[in-house]
């Protein structure tokens, strides 16, 4: 699977917290994330995290993308509702997400039950409705 990272500048220390509790079923999968993010999570944890721009150069507009074109089967995006840009930025990925039916989580407790439903399989829909070529 395909798991997009994404954190609000003030979620972003509980992003790599979440990581380094959940390492051992991130590393079956491959991660992307906004430049600030990937790199926090790369070199915290060593998992290996494609990174594109930071979120305020059209990183969160690259993923956007990779949604859209069914490159994404997993998104954890942690908000900070204080955030200046957190109506847009969430909007944009939170419809996209519903639009192609990719499963979403905007804070911990929802990227936790995402997770072991990850784990568990639960998520295996996804190759079967949206197959990768």
Not at 42 to 53: A, C, E, I, K
Not at 66 to 91: G, H, K, M
Not at 120 to 129: A, E, K, S
């Amino acid at each position: 699977m395909n798991i997009a990272l994404l954190a609000h500048q003030n979620k972003k220390e509980l992003m790599v917290q979440f990581c380094i509790a959940y390492c051992g079923i991130l590393s079956a999968h491959k991660l992307c994330a906004t430049h600030g993010v990937g790199r926090l999570v790369q070199d915290t944890t060593g998992l290996p995290v494609t990174q594109y721009l930071s979120a305020d150069q059209g990183g969160v507009q690259q993923i956007a993308a990779r949604i859209a074109y069914n490159e994404i089967d997993l998104v954890l995006f942690f908000c900070d509702t204080a955030a200046p840009r957190y109506e847009s930025d969430l909007a944009q990925i939170c419809r996209l997400c519903d639009q192609y039916t990719v499963p979403f989580a905007s804070n911990v407790a929802t990227a936790e039950v995402l997770i072991h439903g990850l784990q568990r399989g639960d998520m295996d829909w996804r190759d079967i409705v949206n197959p990768k070529k």
